[in-house]
């Protein structure tokens, strides 16, 4: 275990809530619906080991080593349980967390995520290209799936944004993670999930279809699936209000 990088909204006496981002961006992905859900929680987000601020130690990585560092950084806080949601890479760090660590889960918001993902051969040529030419050699085969076409036609600033996010992450990061990811298969754990669950799906998410929330709402027992209209991969930057509301919805006030 390592302990992230990670920043603090809200009042430390308010239910704790913790957000997990997507491989390739930094806490800044969360910055639109950090504030209304501050005014009820004590809201931790966090970046994943291999990416942003926090440490890139040797990999490779897998899922558990993710779940690990968020145990750890409870543990930092002093708190005990908390409501978690994550977009892709932090939503599969969601699934373990609510399958092996239940005590310390309150509540799940899964969005735009996947139990299994495939094929391992296209990771594998991930890394090796990762590791030998770096991220600019990466960034289309994710960047281009991130957005709903048009987008970043539309938001520029925001586009260009989120590109230099994904450029400023390391090589070595980006390789760990692709290795957890290839080698991870969740759905044997997602029947162990006890915490309220919501899924949400992308409605034009080429890289996590709704197909995938499918298959977690159907094998998390009591798990409710939202699908977002015109949202791709980072729905919670490109349909925050949306989002936000869903979120709001299942977490609550109080």
Not at 88 to 117: D, N, Q, Y
Not at 149 to 171: C, Q, V
Not at 214 to 224: H, K, M, S
Request: hydrophobic share 45%; aromatic share 8%; net charge negative.
């Amino acid at each position: 275990m390592i302990m992230p990088y990670y920043e603090t909204a809200g009042d430390p006496a308010a239910p704790a809530l913790v957000l997990s981002n997507s491989l390739g961006t930094t806490t800044a992905m969360w910055d639109a619906l950090v504030p209304r859900l501050a005014e009820h929680h004590w809201v931790i987000r966090y970046d994943h080991r291999g990416q942003g601020r926090s440490p890139v130690p040797a990999g490779p990585y897998r899922i558990g080593d993710l779940g690990g560092d968020v145990l750890a950084l409870l543990d930092h806080l002093g708190v005990g349980r908390a409501r978690f949601a994550g977009v892709s890479l932090g939503g599969m760090t969601g699934m373990w967390l609510g399958a092996h660590a239940p005590e310390r889960i309150a509540s799940l918001a899964l969005v735009c995520t996947s139990a299994k993902m495939g094929p391992p051969e296209m990771w594998s040529q991930r890394i090796t290209t990762v590791l030998a030419e770096g991220p600019p050699a990466v960034i289309e085969a994710t960047f281009s799936r991130w957005f709903t076409p048009g987008f970043p036609e539309r938001e520029p600033e925001l586009a260009r944004t989120y590109r230099a996010m994904y450029l400023g992450n390391p090589a070595e990061g980006f390789a760990a993670l692709y290795a957890a990811i290839r080698d991870m298969d969740l759905t044997g754990d997602l029947p162990q999930i006890t915490a309220p669950t919501l899924v949400v799906a992308g409605a034009e998410d080429r890289s996590t279809p709704r197909e995938h929330a499918e298959t977690i709402a159907g094998l998390v027992p009591g798990a409710r699936l939202a699908v977002l209209p015109g949202a791709a991969h980072l729905a919670a930057v490109e349909r925050p209000d949306d989002v936000l509301r869903l979120l709001i919805d299942h977490f609550g006030k109080d």
